[in-house]
């Protein structure tokens, strides 16, 4: 083949851009840290890294949920917790009033003091506030679940439970509605209530107060009895709430050996081997002076040079 | 037999010589000419003189052509290898573009928009009392409808691009075929004696190179005139040339009232048939709805945005629609088209309803206004995330992640296979102009040596000159002193 001088030109400027095109593409790969810049570049790993990037963000904000489902069963827990406290002192006190002999009416007045001041602590447990929602009160956060009276304040269904998304799903009632725990006056716990109705708690201390106040001793033994069913219910409660929390812990620690999982695929997927990429990158200048050297001896000598 | 025989012969030689380096010369000056194919002088020795009993005596030289060095073999090779390049050069280029717009991966792209929108919503679904979360789900609708408004503006003004372009390679078609008949009828002309225009056929073929990368063409000649023809209709004829219909006569763009498309006419009114080229590739992307197995251009990327958007909004009003607001009413829109049409990726804004007030977010399934924590609604818009079934009557199928997902790697794929045929159709026009380069080029090398060769021949001539000069010399000035 017949060689000419702008074949040679034309063949290295090729040739040499071709190189240079290498080492911009390995040098975006540098710069980025990424195998590829456009979906072009490589479609599968492109589309891989979409799904990737989406379970991060979902994962992410199953954390989130799972988080503040915690944070509300932890107050749920506390509130739960102190009820049973104040069942607790509500029976000792009882058992020691139901002991006729040693009790004077005096004594017995002094018991039905504080019951009745348990009573109104009961009320106020029930409309504990989580960040401003009333955390008993089904999905009527708004308004409290038990008025002064110890009647219910709001209509209140028992379906009425929040879910919250824990995992993709997967969901969690977060809250323990009312009369899960306060009860609906000699209906036991799993009645769906109405504005105005009695709260079977608060039924039980207003018998054992009135027992109290007419001295009226069958009464205050049965209000033990009724002072047990409350409280066997309470554990009932409080031993779901362990364990959903339970769940949520197990949940969340699945939740983060997720995000590492998919941390970790999608890292392999696009992000490149630096090792690698800087091997290439010096590959890719050699090869590219290589050519530039190369060019430069093609161009120049020519006959010309030798003719004096 | 005349005494000045050798004379003349000897100025043959200078004469020849000299028209060789003239040659040479013109060869150097042109290296750098693009199109230009390098020259050679034919030689040959002129008639002898027959004398009697001796036999023939030579007369010295002539030069008889000045030839062009080219193989129309291979210009006819180039001409058809270098559409397919011009077509995938602009698809490249376009679907680059479009992988631009649509930004993927990176964190403004739809993924990410859509991402954060149900995430929004999760939040909500913890505490749908809330204000700020309310007012972080319609922050978050903002962003993804007007992600989708100024994709479809973007898509829509490559596509007003593209459409400018045809435009202008219609004009510079008719201006290649106006200058290729009058390159005919100036060869025609020139060459009427048997010389060759070898300067002026580089032009037109050069000419003929530029038309060849923007339609494909079938050039043929006969009696030195091109006959260029297109998909079978013909350009030039000779010394006449026809025109494509200039300004082009246009049609309603479906996808953009705005923007109407120009046509491709001749100007007889019948339609272009392009097969590759530039203008094909042009012609491809800006039309190509991927329907009836045309090309997936521009309109095929509208048209998908614009199912997604229109699907989406219609699933999720669907759903909110069912649900209660704060105030405890029903039936309210999440998303709405800005101008009363059938709502699409260019129109699709947040209700009305919702934007004037953050209450209208309907998360209830319940009327009464009182259950402020009921979010059954956003637990449902949530689920519809994985509603396979989501997008069903449409090409691609499934979630909308998997509606947006199949789309970006249709892109993906047709960018790829774009890279690579203009790649490939690159290597085969390279090959083929290395041949040409090869054939036609000019090599300074051998120009400085032929130079050298017929400044030595001239030197020669020059030199016999001087020798017969010398003998006259003799017989005429130091002979005898008769007549003197």
């Not at chain 1, 790969?29 to 963000?57: A, H, R």
């Not at chain 1, 219910?152 to 439970?161: A, G, Q, S, V």
């Not at chain 2, 209709?233 to 010394?239: A, P, Q, R």
């Given at each position: 083949?017949?060689?000419?001088?702008?074949?040679?030109?034309?063949?290295?400027m090729?040739?040499?851009?071709?190189?240079?095109?290498?080492?911009?593409?390995?040098?975006?790969?540098?710069?980025?840290?990424?195998?590829?810049?456009?979906?072009?570049?490589?479609?599968?790993?492109?589309?891989?890294?979409?799904?990737?990037?989406?379970?991060?963000?979902?994962?992410?904000?199953?954390?989130?949920?799972?988080?503040?489902?915690?944070?509300?069963?932890?107050?749920?827990?506390?509130?739960?917790?102190?009820?049973?406290d104040?069942?607790?002192?509500?029976?000792?006190?009882?058992?020691?009033?139901?002991?006729?002999?040693?009790?004077?009416?005096?004594?017995k007045e002094?018991v039905?003091?504080?019951?009745?001041?348990?009573?109104?602590?009961?009320?106020?447990?029930?409309?504990?506030?989580?960040?401003?929602?009333?955390?008993?009160?089904?999905?009527?956060?708004?308004d409290d679940?038990?008025?002064?009276?110890?009647?219910?304040?709001?209509?209140?269904?028992?379906?009425?439970?929040?879910?919250?998304?824990?995992?993709?799903?997967?969901?969690i009632?977060?809250?323990?509605?009312?009369?899960?725990?306060?009860?609906?006056s000699?209906?036991?716990?799993?009645?769906?209530?109405?504005?105005?109705?009695?709260?079977?708690?608060?039924?039980?201390?207003?018998?054992?107060?009135?027992?109290?106040?007419?001295?009226?001793?069958?009464?205050?033994?049965?209000?033990?009895?009724?002072?047990?069913e409350?409280?066997?219910?309470?554990?009932?409660?409080?031993?779901?709430?362990?364990?959903?929390t339970?769940?949520?812990?197990?949940?969340?620690?699945?939740?983060?050996?997720?995000?590492?999982?998919?941390?970790?695929?999608?890292?392999?997927?696009e992000?490149v081997?630096i090792?690698?990429?800087?091997?290439?990158?010096k590959?890719?200048?050699?090869?590219?002076?290589?050519?530039?050297?190369?060019?430069?001896?093609?161009?120049?000598p020519?006959?010309?040079?030798?003719l004096? | 037999m005349?005494?000045w025989?050798?004379?003349?012969?000897?100025?043959?030689?200078?004469?020849?010589?000299?028209?060789?380096?003239?040659?040479?010369?013109?060869?150097?000056?042109?290296?750098?000419?693009?199109?230009?194919?390098r020259?050679?002088?034919?030689?040959e020795?002129?008639?002898?003189?027959?004398?009697?009993?001796?036999?023939?005596?030579?007369?010295?030289?002539?030069?008889?052509?000045?030839?062009?060095?080219?193989?129309?073999?291979?210009?006819?090779?180039?001409w058809?290898?270098k559409?397919?390049v011009?077509?995938w050069?602009?698809?490249?280029?376009?679907?680059?573009?479009?992988?631009?717009?649509?930004?993927?991966?990176?964190?403004?792209?739809?993924?990410k928009?859509?991402?954060?929108?149900?995430t929004?919503?999760?939040?909500?679904?913890?505490?749908?009392?809330?204000?700020?979360?309310?007012?972080?789900?319609?922050?978050?609708?903002?962003?993804?409808?007007k992600?989708?408004?100024?994709?479809s503006?973007?898509?829509?003004?490559?596509?007003?691009?593209?459409?400018?372009e045809?435009?202008?390679?219609?004009?510079?078609?008719?201006?290649?075929?106006?200058?290729?008949?009058?390159?005919?009828?100036?060869?025609?002309?020139?060459?009427?004696?048997?010389?060759?225009?070898?300067?002026?056929?580089?032009?037109?073929?050069?000419?003929?190179?530029?038309l060849?990368?923007?339609?494909?063409?079938?050039?043929?000649?006969?009696?030195?005139?091109?006959?260029?023809?297109?998909?079978g209709?013909?350009?030039?004829?000779?010394?006449?040339?026809?025109?494509?219909?200039?300004?082009a006569?246009?049609?309603?763009?479906?996808?953009?009232?705005?923007?109407?498309l120009?046509?491709?006419?001749?100007?007889?009114?019948?339609?272009?048939?392009?097969?590759?080229?530039?203008?094909?590739?042009?012609i491809?992307?800006?039309?190509?709805?991927?329907?009836?197995?045309?090309?997936r251009?521009?309109?095929?990327?509208?048209?998908r945005?614009?199912?997604?958007?229109n699907?989406f909004?219609k699933?999720m009003?669907?759903?909110?629609?069912?649900?209660?607001?704060r105030?405890?009413?029903?039936?309210?829109?999440?998303?709405?088209?800005?101008?009363?049409?059938?709502?699409?990726a260019?129109?699709?804004?947040?209700?009305?309803?919702?934007?004037?007030?953050?209450?209208?977010i309907a998360?209830?399934?319940?009327?009464?206004?009182?259950d402020?924590?009921?979010?059954?609604?956003i637990?449902?818009?949530?689920?519809?995330?994985?509603d396979?079934?989501?997008f069903?009557?449409?090409?691609?199928?499934?979630?909308?992640?998997?509606?947006?997902k199949?789309?970006?790697?249709?892109?993906?794929?047709?960018?790829?296979?774009?890279?690579?045929?203009?790649?490939?159709?690159?290597?085969?026009?390279?090959?083929?102009?290395?041949?040409?380069?090869?054939?036609?080029?000019?090599?300074?090398?051998?120009e400085?040596s032929?130079?050298?060769?017929?400044?030595?021949?001239?030197?020669?001539?020059?030199?016999?000159?001087?020798?017969i000069?010398?003998?006259?010399?003799?017989?005429?000035?130091r002979?005898?002193?008769?007549?003197?």
């Open positions: 083949m017949r060689i000419t001088n702008n074949m040679m030109i034309s063949n290295m090729t040739n040499v851009n071709k190189n240079l095109q290498g080492l911009s593409k390995v040098q975006d790969k540098m710069q980025t840290g990424k195998k590829f810049q456009l979906p072009s570049d490589d479609p599968i790993g492109v589309s891989k890294s979409l799904k990737y990037y989406t379970d991060l963000s979902r994962i992410e904000q199953y954390k989130r949920n799972v988080d503040d489902a915690t944070s509300w069963m932890e107050v749920t827990e506390s509130a739960v917790s102190q009820i049973g104040i069942l607790e002192r509500a029976r000792e006190l009882t058992v020691q009033a139901a002991n006729d002999g040693t009790n004077t009416g005096e004594d002094k039905s003091a504080e019951i009745k001041q348990l009573r109104e602590q009961i009320i106020k447990v029930a409309n504990t506030k989580h960040a401003g929602r009333a955390i008993f009160s089904g999905y009527k956060t708004a679940l038990i008025d002064s009276d110890g009647n219910y304040n709001i209509d209140l269904n028992t379906d009425e439970k929040t879910k919250y998304n824990v995992g993709s799903a997967d969901t009632d977060v809250n323990v509605v009312g009369t899960e725990l306060f009860g609906l000699n209906n036991g716990y799993k009645q769906d209530v109405s504005k105005g109705d009695t709260s079977e708690m608060i039924r039980v201390f207003d018998k054992l107060i009135q027992g109290l106040d007419s001295d009226d001793v069958t009464s205050i033994d049965e209000s033990i009895t009724e002072i047990d409350t409280v066997s219910n309470v554990l009932s409660v409080r031993a779901k709430i362990g364990a959903k339970n769940r949520l812990e197990l949940n969340k620690n699945r939740l983060e050996d997720q995000t590492l999982s998919v941390t970790k695929l999608l890292s392999k997927n992000d081997d090792a690698e990429v800087v091997i290439e990158l590959t890719r200048e050699t090869v590219y002076q290589a050519s530039l050297h190369a060019g430069a001896r093609i161009i120049q020519s006959l010309i040079d030798f004096r | 005349s005494g025989i050798g004379f003349n012969t000897a100025v043959s030689g200078l004469l020849a010589s000299q028209k060789n380096l003239y040659t040479t010369n013109h060869n150097i000056a042109n290296i750098n000419t693009r199109g230009y194919s020259q050679q002088n034919t030689q020795s002129n008639n002898p003189l027959n004398i009697a009993g001796i036999g023939f005596l030579g007369t010295g030289t002539n030069i008889t052509a000045v030839n062009r060095i080219r193989d129309s073999y291979l210009d006819f090779k180039y058809g290898e559409a397919p011009g077509e050069t602009v698809k490249e280029d376009t679907l680059t573009e479009i992988q631009h717009i649509f930004n993927e991966p990176s964190e403004s792209s739809i993924r928009n859509l991402d954060e929108l149900f929004s919503f999760e939040s909500l679904s913890t505490n749908p009392s809330d204000d700020s979360n309310r007012a972080l789900v319609r922050e978050k609708m903002m962003a993804f409808t992600y989708l408004n100024s994709t503006e973007n898509l829509k003004s490559a596509q007003k691009e593209v459409n400018f045809i435009s202008t390679n219609i004009k510079n078609i008719n201006s290649y075929s106006e200058r290729i008949a009058g390159l005919n009828k100036e060869i025609h002309n020139i060459e009427l004696d048997g010389s060759k225009a070898n300067d002026l056929r580089d032009k037109r073929d050069l000419l003929v190179d530029e060849s990368e923007i339609v494909n063409i079938n050039a043929t000649e006969t009696n030195g005139k091109f006959n260029v023809s297109i998909g209709t013909i350009l030039v004829e000779g010394e006449v040339s026809n025109r494509l219909k200039y300004p006569p246009t049609v309603e763009n479906p996808l953009n009232k705005e923007e109407k120009y046509q491709l006419e001749w100007e007889n009114g019948n339609k272009l048939k392009l097969t590759s080229g530039k203008l094909k590739g042009l491809d992307v800006r039309d190509g709805t991927g329907h009836d197995s045309k090309y251009g521009i309109p095929f990327y509208i048209s945005l614009n199912e997604f958007a699907i909004a699933q009003n669907e759903v909110h629609q069912k649900g209660f607001t105030d405890g009413n029903s039936g309210i829109n999440m998303f709405q088209s800005d101008d009363g049409e059938a709502i699409d260019s129109n699709i804004k947040i209700s009305d309803d919702i934007m004037d007030n953050l209450d209208n998360a209830s399934s319940s009327s009464d206004p009182s402020k924590e009921n979010n059954d609604i637990l449902e818009l949530l689920e519809k995330r994985n396979n079934k989501f069903k009557d449409t090409t691609p199928q499934g979630t909308p992640d998997d509606f947006m199949s789309v970006l790697s249709t892109l993906a794929v047709d960018g790829q296979q774009s890279v690579r045929m203009k790649e490939n159709g690159t290597v085969i026009v390279d090959g083929i102009n290395t041949r040409r380069q090869s054939e036609s080029g000019v090599s300074l090398d051998e400085m032929n130079m050298v060769k017929f400044q030595h021949s001239y030197n020669a001539a020059a030199r016999m000159i001087t020798t000069d010398s003998i006259y010399d003799v017989t005429i000035n002979l005898g002193l008769v007549g003197r």
